[in-house]
């Protein structure tokens, strides 16, 4: 019968009375260090400390899984430890997969070798910090933009009703076929609302290509059109 592991910390087959020679979470701390400095030897042995101390396999991983959803870039970190985290719920006993995983991720790439990684870490710990702040002082953070309400949502589809209209140029399922994302795309190479209005996702040859069925890149060569004329209100 499968064995069930429930607790954070459990005997383990490895050791049913385990000794206790440090704080866990203190185990904890070097294990994911270990692997942040490339100390494999370090980290493994943090690791089998852990099973011995009585820590359960799974709990180790799910540590892992944290770690390379946090520190590692790229998703083959993420989706690696996910897959051991999963087979040690499944089996109980992959002892051999974790050490692997251990090693693997000590030399995954890491967030903070890349100046974009890093940017973009450092800005969401700030604006995280700025929202928590800002509800504590009850202040409402932004005013949510035009785009954000089209047909999808309750206020869009309100505003619908009453003949208004609505901002669709970020829907992405525009008129079918995301017709408008793919223009923008092509005219600005990217998809930026502060390059547009909300008059050229109704522009005539907008709806016309919808019409026909036809994706931007086709309409534009059956018409000998530029994108300009295509997004022209």
Known sequence: MKKSQTSLFEGTEHDPKPKHFYNRYDLVSFLLKSIRLNRKEDALTAMWCLIQEGAGQWYIAKKLVQFASEDATGPEAFIYAQSVFQLIKDVTDEVNSLSRLIIYLCDAPKMWESEKETELEVRRIHLREKIKKQYQRGEKPIELPSYVFDVYTAKGKSAARRGEEIDRRASGVLEGSGLFCRATYLRYERLDMDDTIIA???????????????????????????IDEFLKP
């Open 200 to 226: 050229q996702a109704y522009s005539k040859h907008l709806l016309k290509c919808a019409k026909e069925g036809l994706h931007v890149d086709a309409y534009l060569r059956k018409h000998d059109l530029t």
